[in-house]
């Protein structure tokens, strides 16, 4: 079962695309390798993998609203998930934890 995706972003949260085969070329770093020491790790978690998973052993919908609230969970209004359109499964709700997670 996969709980999510974890990806990297830049300060203002846009995805970074980095390619790890190609961080190097004859020994030296690319520009992509200086982005990447950078960038920041956002976590997107499908909502079974977040109940079963992430809060397991806690209430994972007061866990979301804690993040709500101290500003670590982008959400749709009214809601405590975001919609991402992913590969080969459409829009799908999931859990999205920002980087100022780490800060805490």
Do not use: N, Q
């Given at each position: 079962?996969r709980?999510g995706i974890?990806?990297l972003v830049d300060?203002?949260?846009?995805?970074?695309?980095?390619?790890?085969?190609t961080?190097?070329?004859?020994g030296?770093?690319t520009?992509e390798?200086?982005e990447r020491?950078g960038?920041?790790v956002?976590?997107?978690?499908?909502?079974?993998?977040?109940?079963?998973?992430?809060?397991?052993?806690?209430?994972?919908?007061?866990?979301?609203k804690?993040?709500?609230?101290?500003?670590?969970?982008?959400?749709?209004r009214?809601?405590?998930?975001?919609?991402?359109?992913?590969?080969?499964?459409g829009?799908?709700?999931?859990?999205?934890?920002?980087?100022?997670?780490?800060?805490?």
């Amino acid at each position: 079962m996969r709980l999510g995706i974890r990806r990297l972003v830049d300060e203002e949260g846009r995805p970074l695309k980095i390619d790890a085969a190609t961080e190097y070329v004859d020994g030296r770093s690319t520009p992509e390798s200086v982005e990447r020491r950078g960038a920041l790790v956002e976590y997107l978690i499908f909502p079974e993998a977040w109940k079963r998973e992430v809060c397991r052993g806690f209430d994972h919908t007061a866990v979301a609203k804690a993040l709500k609230k101290l500003g670590h969970l982008h959400h749709e209004r009214d809601r405590l998930t975001f919609k991402h359109r992913l590969r080969g499964l459409g829009h799908v709700p999931m859990y999205h934890v920002k980087p100022s997670i780490f800060g805490e």
